[in-house]
């Protein structure tokens, strides 16, 4: 029987591609991704496989939308006798959590294309007994109302940085929160629970990726167990 890991050590894996058009380069991409460093466990394996996937999807992504964008960008420059577009893309990730059983982190991709930097993120919380995702309901009681309780929360954070002015929102935030809820959008860290919407779901782009934070402790939030899972 396989022993069970607690945490998995982890190396990056990198990628750089750049695309050309008569000669002239108008696309990069830069990639790093998670790589556990002992594969020989079928979690490892299974992750493994997971992000080697991630990292062939957005490079095709990056040839068949992205390349095609940035060549007519750089046509048009061209034939306007104006400076060529520097277009590229990157798709990192961050490690939030590595132990109890538990592997937690976000990938976040960056493209810029003529025009302001476009983020979007999508967390991963791994159960690393198994191998598969941990679910966001796990983290709460049986039957908790999960999304209520964090758009609540994600409410009353805001309240608070708008009479600050730290941060701004569209007018309409609080609808928008609910509508574009995604149970996905979530990672652990050591202090607890956070979720995040993606960019444009609830604020201009100035504000990046909105998060927020609910401690362990807080409105029944807990660390899964994963030996119940």
């Known amino acids: 029987m396989e022993e069970q890991p607690q945490a998995l050590e982890l190396e990056t894996f990198s990628a750089h591609r750049e695309w050309t058009q008569d000669g002239l380069p108008v696309l990069t991409a830069e990639l790093s ?3 556990p460093v002992d594969r020989k466990h079928r979690t490892a394996k299974r992750l493994d496989r997971f992000y080697q996937v991630q990292c062939r999807a957005y490079l095709r992504y990056c040839e068949q939308f992205l ?21 590229t893309a990157s798709l990192t990730y961050r490690v939030t959590r590595n132990q109890d059983g538990i592997l937690s982190l976000y990938t976040q991709t960056r493209e810029v294309c003529g025009a302001a930097p476009f983020l ?11 191998g598969f995702p941990v679910p966001l309901s796990v983290c709460f009681p049986r039957r908790a109302p ?8 994600a409410a009353e954070e805001i309240t608070r940085q708008e009479s600050m002015g730290i941060s701004r929102y569209h007018e309409n935030w609080r609808k928008e929160l609910r509508r574009s809820f995604n149970a996905q959008n979530y990672y652990l860290t050591g202090e607890g629970l956070t979720f995040f919407w993606q960019m444009h779901a609830i604020a201009p782009a100035t504000e990046g990726i909105p998060a927020f934070t609910l401690s362990f402790g807080a409105q029944g939030c807990q660390l899964p167990d994963v030996s119940r899972l």
């Open 33 to 35: 991704l998670p790589r």
């Open 120 to 130: 979007q993120r999508h967390g991963d919380t791994w159960n690393l007994a198994t």
């Open 67 to 87: 390349f095609p964008y940035a060549s007519q960008l750089c046509h048009q420059a061209l034939e306007n006798s104006q400076t060529l577009p520097v277009c």
């Open 146 to 153: 999960v999304k209520k309780l964090l758009c609540a929360a």
